[in-house]
């Protein structure tokens, strides 16, 4: 009932920046809280950063001070501000939302189809 739509990703430099976007759409009553995953290649999927519906992020360690997630409820958008890119930052990032949706309204998960981000000199 929920689509999420990456944009942003690309090839950057270390050190260089890159904006992600997350734009949501579909049927849904609300969406709670929405984040960003990262799946580096042969590796699992894990956390970047979440943000509440209320507007209070959570960062995984490795990116703090780094990478900065905002919400416009407006559009429905989800961005991550990302600064001082790593190589090691080089992986397919994912957004994700909690949402519910009817029939059921049933707090669902959704996920996008991610976007590619290459840090690389």
């Known amino acids: 009932q929920v689509q999420l739509v990456e944009s942003g990703g690309g090839l950057v430099q270390p050190g260089g920046s890159l904006r992600l976007s997350c734009a949501a759409s579909g049927t849904f009553f609300s969406i709670n809280t929405v984040g960003w995953y990262r799946q580096p290649p042969g590796k699992q999927r894990d956390l970047v950063a979440r943000?509440?519906?209320?507007?209070?992020?959570n960062y995984a360690d490795s990116v703090k001070g780094r990478f900065t997630i905002a919400r416009e409820h407006a559009n429905n958008t989800v961005y991550l501000q990302m600064t001082s890119l790593k190589p090691e930052d080089t992986a397919v990032y994912y957004c994700n939302a909690a949402a519910r949706s009817p029939p059921s309204y049933i707090l669902t998960e959704y996920w996008g189809r991610g976007t590619q981000v290459t840090v690389s000199s």
């Open positions: 943000i509440t519906s209320g507007g209070s992020p």
